[in-house]
C-alpha cells in the first residue's frame, strides 16, 4: 500500500513536470551554448540557504574537459522569474545541474521539456485507447452474439502482436517527414487504435459478470434498455479496472514512442523526446565519457516504476487472455 | 486436444497471418511515395521506370497486387525486395533465424527463472519475500531499453567492451535485457498461480496421502501452476519481440527487426509484407505451442475444452 502511494505521488509530480515542461530547468530545452558542448553537471551547492553553482572553465577544447571556477558563483533560485529553478540572468554562463549535449543544450531543460512531448502524447494515447475498450467492451457484453465474436476476435487477434510493431507499420505508412504537432496528434490516434484489446476484454468480463447482479436486474425490470443498462448502470463498475488500465497502458506507449522516435520515426529534431535524446546516447563511447547522457533513460525508468507502483499488484493483467484460468 | 479442434486452430492460425500480412501490403502501398521515387531521384528516364514499375508489379492495382501476394504466399513465394533485389525468402531466412535466436533465448530464460522465482516468492520468509517481491516489481516496469543502457554503460565502464573478443558480450547484455522485464511479470504471475494450485482439494488430498512438501510443491502443483505461465507465454513472447526491435538497432544485430524498418522505409511493399507473415506465423506457432502443451500438463484441460465445443459458453 505504501509502496502504491509512493507511486501514484510520483505518477501526480510527472504530470505536473508536463505541465511544466519547459520551464523546469534554468535554460530552454532549445537554447544552445556552444563552449558547453559535452559539459559534464554543475553540481548545486547550499550555503547559508542559498544555492548556488560555480560556473565550469573549458580546460582543453579538444578533449573537452571541464573544471569548476570556484572563484565566482552563480546564483540559483527556486520558484522565480517563472521557472521552477532560475538562475541568476546577469550571469554570463548557464547554469547546467545536468550537463549539456554535443551542441550544448541543457540535458535538464531536454528531459524536462521532453516530458510534455513523449508522456504527453502517451498520456493522450491512454485516455483513447481506455474509451475504445470501454465502448468496444460494453458493446461485446450488451450487443449480442455477433457482435461479442467480433470484439473478442479482434482483441485476440491484436493483442497477439507486438505493439511496438503495429505502431511501427502504420506510423511507417503516413509522409516519413511531419511536424511535431502532426506527430503528436498521429501517434496517439495509433495508440487508441491498437491499445484497446486488453481493456476490451476486462470490461466485458466485468460487465458480464456484474449483469447477472439483482441491481441489474432491477435497472432492467425498470424498463432500461440494453445499452442504458451498459452505460448508465454496469460500466461505473469498471472504473477501478479502466484506472488500473491507463496506469498501464501510458509505460506501454512511452516505450512505443521512444523506439520511434530513436528510429527517427517519432518527434523530430530538434523538438526534445525521450526517444531522440537516446538516440544520441546510444554509442558506447558517448555512455562511458558523457554518462549524463542517459538522464532520459532514468526519467523513463523512474516514470515507468512509478506509474507501475501506482497501479498496484497486477498478476491478473497478463491473464486477461489466459485459457488456463 | 481433437483432430478437429486442432485442424481448426491451425486454419485460424493459416488465416491470422494470411490477414495481418496482407494488411501490411495495402499499409505499405498505400503510403505516401513509393520505391521508384528514389530511381527517379537518380534522374532515370521516364521510360527505364516504367519498365521498372512493371516489372515490380508497382503499376499493378491493389486488388491485382493483393492477389499476386495471396497466390504466392500459399506456395511460399514471397515474391521480390525492391531495395536488396533478391527474392524475399532469402532475405528472411538470412535475418530470421538471428531474431528468433535472441527472442527464443529470452523467452526461455524468462520462464525457466520465472518458474523458479515465484516459486520461491511462495516458500520465502517475509524479509527475503519481500526483497523478491520488490525487484519482480521493479524488473516487470523496467523497459527492455533502458536495461540495456544500464548493462552498456556498466560493461564500458569495467572495459569489457575494449578486450578483444567482446563479440558475445553485447549479444548477451541484449537477452538479459529482454528477458529480465518478461521474468519479473512472469515470476508474479507464477506465485500466484501456485498459491492458487496448492490451495486446491487435491492438494489437501495429496498431503493427506503422504506426499512430501517437496514433491507436492515442485511436482504435482509445479506441473498445475506452470500452466498459466505457459498459457500467456505467446504474449510476453510477443512483447519481448517488441522490445527487440530497439535491442537489435542498438546492439547492431542484424535480425529481422531492422530489416523490416528499413523496408518500410524504402516503401519495399514485398519484403514488409514477407517480414509480417514471418512475424505472425512464429506467433501463430507458439500459441498453438502453448496451447498443446498446456493441454498435455493439465489433464482437465481436455474436459474443459469438450464440454465448450459441447456447449457454447454464454
Known amino acids: 500500500m505504501i509502496a502504491r502511494r509512493a507511486g501514484a505521488a510520483l505518477a501526480v509530480l510527472l504530470l505536473l513536470l508536463i505541465a511544466l515542461g519547459d520551464r523546469v530547468a534554468p535554460n530552454s530545452s532549445m537554447q544552445q551554448f556552444p563552449d558547453s558542448a559535452w559539459a559534464p553537471p554543475m553540481p548545486l551547492r547550499a550555503s547559508g540557504g ?47 545541474l545536468l550537463g549539456a549535449d554535443a551542441l550544448g543544450r541543457d540535458i535538464l531543460a531536454r528531459v524536462a521539456g521532453a516530458a510534455r512531448w513523449s508522456l504527453g502524447v502517451s498520456v493522450t494515447g491512454a485516455l483513447l485507447a481506455l474509451l475504445v475498450g470501454a465502448l468496444l467492451g460494453a458493446v461485446a457484453a450488451g450487443g449480442g452474439r455477433l457482435a461479442d465474436r467480433v470484439v473478442v476476435s479482434m482483441s485476440t487477434g491484436l493483442a497477439a502482436l507486438p505493439v511496438v510493431y503495429i505502431v511501427l507499420a502504420l506510423r511507417a505508412a503516413l509522409p516519413l517527414v511531419m511536424t511535431p504537432g502532426q506527430v503528436f496528434a498521429a501517434l496517439a490516434l495509433l495508440f487508441g487504435l491498437v491499445g484497446w484489446p486488453l481493456t ?94 542517459l538522464a532520459p533513460a532514468a526519467a523513463l525508468a523512474l516514470t515507468s516504476v512509478a506509474l507501475h507502483l501506482a497501479a498496484g499488484p497486477r498478476e491478473d493483467q497478463l491473464t486477461l487472455f489466459s485459457r488456463a484460468r | 486436444m481433437s483432430v478437429l479442434r486442432a485442424f481448426r486452430k491451425i486454419a485460424a492460425a493459416l488465416l491470422f497471418v494470411a490477414l495481418v500480412s496482407t494488411a501490411a501490403l495495402i499499409l505499405a502501398r498505400r503510403a505516401p511515395g513509393d520505391y521508384t521515387d528514389t530511381l527517379r531521384a537518380a534522374r532515370l528516364s521516364e521510360d527505364v521506370i516504367a519498365r521498372e514499375r512493371e516489372r515490380l508489379h508497382l503499376d499493378r492495382s491493389l486488388p491485382d497486387l493483393t492477389r499476386i501476394w495471396l497466390t504466392g504466399l500459399a506456395r511460399l513465394d514471397l515474391g521480390t525486395s525492391y531495395r536488396f533485389a533478391r527474392p524475399v525468402t532469402s532475405l528472411i531466412a538470412e535475418r530470421a533465424p538471428r531474431t528468433l535466436a535472441l527472442v527464443s533465448a529470452a523467452v526461455l530464460l524468462a520462464i525457466a527463472g520465472a518458474l523458479l ?66 521474468a519479473g511479470g512472469l515470476a508474479r504471475v507464477h506465485e500466484q498461480a501456485l498459491r492458487e494450485a496448492l490451495a486446491e482439494p487435491w492438494a489437501l488430498a495429496s498431503t493427506a496421502r503422504g506426499v512430501s512438501a517437496g514433491v507436492l510443491v515442485w511436482k504435482l502443483a509445479m506441473r498445475i501452476a506452470a ?88
Open chain 1, 50 to 96: 542559498d544555492l548556488f553553482a560555480h560556473p565550469l572553465r573549458l580546460d582543453d577544447r579538444l578533449a573537452r574537459t571541464f573544471s569548476e571556477d570556484t572563484s565566482r558563483r552563480i546564483d540559483v533560485d527556486l520558484f522565480a522569474r517563472g521557472r521552477l529553478i532560475a538562475a541568476d540572468p546577469a550571469a554570463a554562463d548557464p547554469v547546467l
Open chain 1, 200 to 293: 476490451a476484454r476486462g470490461v466485458r468480463g466485468i460487465l458480464l459478470r456484474e449483469r447477472a447482479l439483482d441491481y441489474a436486474e432491477a435497472a432492467r425490470a425498470a424498463g432500461a434498455s440494453r445499452m442504458r443498462l451498459m452505460f448508465v448502470h454496469l460500466l461505473p463498475a469498471a472504473s477501478g479496472f479502466l484506472v488500473t488500465q491507463f496506469l498501464i497502458l501510458v509505460p506501454g506507449f512511452l516505450i512505443s514512442e521512444v523506439t520511434l522516435s530513436f528510429l527517427g520515426l517519432g518527434f523530430p529534431e530538434p523538438t526534445p523526446s525521450w526517444g531522440t535524446m537516446l538516440q544520441d546516447a546510444s554509442n558506447v563511447r558517448v555512455m562511458a565519457e558523457a554518462p549524463w547522457m
Open chain 2, 117 to 182: 522465482w515465484g516459486t520461491w516468492l511462495v516458500h520465502a520468509r517475509r524479509p527475503v519475500r519481500m526483497v523478491l517481491s520488490a525487484a519482480a516489481t521493479t524488473a516487470l516496469s523496467l523497459p527492455s531499453i533502458v536495461i540495456l543502457f544500464a548493462l552498456l554503460l556498466g560493461a564500458a565502464k569495467a572495459g569489457w567492451l575494449a578486450q578483444a573478443g567482446h563479440g558475445m558480450v553485447i549479444p548477451l547484455l541484449g537477452i538479459l535485457a529482454l528477458l529480465l522485464p518478461a
Open chain 2, 227 to 314: 500452466t498459466r505461465v505457459i498459457s500467456v507465454m505467446p504474449l510476453v513472447a510477443a512483447n519481448i519481440l517488441g522490445a527487440s526491435l530497439l535491442v537489435e538497432v542498438v546492439t547492431g544485430w542484424a535480425g529481422i527487426g531492422r530489416l523490416m524498418l528499413d523496408a518500410l522505409v524504402a516503401r519495399d511493399v514485398f519484403l514488409v509484407a514477407g517480414c509480417t507473415a514471418a512475424i505472425t506465423a512464429a506467433i501463430a506457432a507458439l500459441a498453438l505451442a502453448s496451447d498443446a502443451l498446456v493441454a498435455a500438463l493439465d489433464p482437465r484441460i481436455k474436459s474443459i475444452e469438450a464440454l465448450e465445443t459441447a456447449e457454447p459458453a454464454r
